[in-house]
């Protein structure tokens, strides 16, 4: 800022201000211009099923519709929810990454579910190929 340094020796004007800001990284958020990004574990559960799923958000949690059948690395965004644009002029978007995270220390229920499952997605995919097959 010219002028607003200390006085200069001897009855000398003022010198110059100069003002250092330094950002550090936030322990959630990842900054890209105006947008925000944030990563959030899900439960494979939720990942299969979809469902409501809370979302730190700079001013609290945000409420977001995990839809059915998310993948891990997949992109959800929340429109108006990144930084205030210094213009007044709204806020950026907030961007979801998607983890899913799979199960721990499961029961044998939880277990015996699962390999129903896995019997299901073979089932599926052989009638998949069958139809393949059937469509040369």
Same mark, same amino acid.
């Given at each position: #800022?010219?002028?607003?340094?200390?006085?200069?020796?001897? *009855? @000398?004007?003022?010198?110059?201000?100069?003002?250092?800001?330094?950002?550090?990284?936030?322990?959630?958020? +990842?900054?890209?211009? $105006?947008?925000?990004?944030? =990563? /959030?574990?899900?439960?494979?559960?939720? @990942?299969?099923?979809?469902?409501?799923?809370?979302?730190?958000?700079? &001013?609290?949690? !945000?409420?977001? &519709?995990?839809?059915?059948?998310? =993948?891990?690395?997949? #992109? $959800?965004?929340?429109?108006?929810? *990144?930084?205030?644009? !210094?213009?007044? =002029? *709204? %806020?950026? &978007?907030?961007?979801?990454?998607?983890?899913?995270?799979?199960?721990?220390?499961?029961?044998?229920?939880?277990?015996?579910? !699962? %390999?129903?499952?896995?019997?299901? +997605? @073979?089932?599926? /995919?052989? =009638?998949?190929?069958?139809?393949?097959? @059937?469509?040369?």
């Amino acid at each position: #800022v010219n002028g607003e340094g200390e006085l200069g020796e001897k *009855g @000398a004007l003022p010198g110059d201000l100069y003002v250092v800001l330094g950002v550090t990284q936030h322990p959630m958020f +990842e900054r890209h211009g $105006h947008d925000l990004y944030v =990563q /959030k574990e899900i439960s494979f559960v939720k @990942a299969a099923l979809g469902g409501k799923v809370a979302v730190p958000g700079m &001013d609290g949690d !945000l409420t977001l &519709d995990m839809p059915e059948e998310t =993948q891990t690395g997949s #992109v $959800h965004r929340i429109m108006s929810r *990144g930084m205030p644009r !210094l213009d007044g =002029q *709204g %806020r950026g &978007d907030m961007y979801v990454v998607v983890k899913v995270v799979t199960p721990r220390n499961l029961s044998e229920t939880a277990k015996e579910l !699962l %390999r129903q499952l896995a019997g299901e +997605e @073979a089932a599926s /995919k052989r =009638q998949d190929n069958i139809g393949e097959g @059937a469509a040369r």
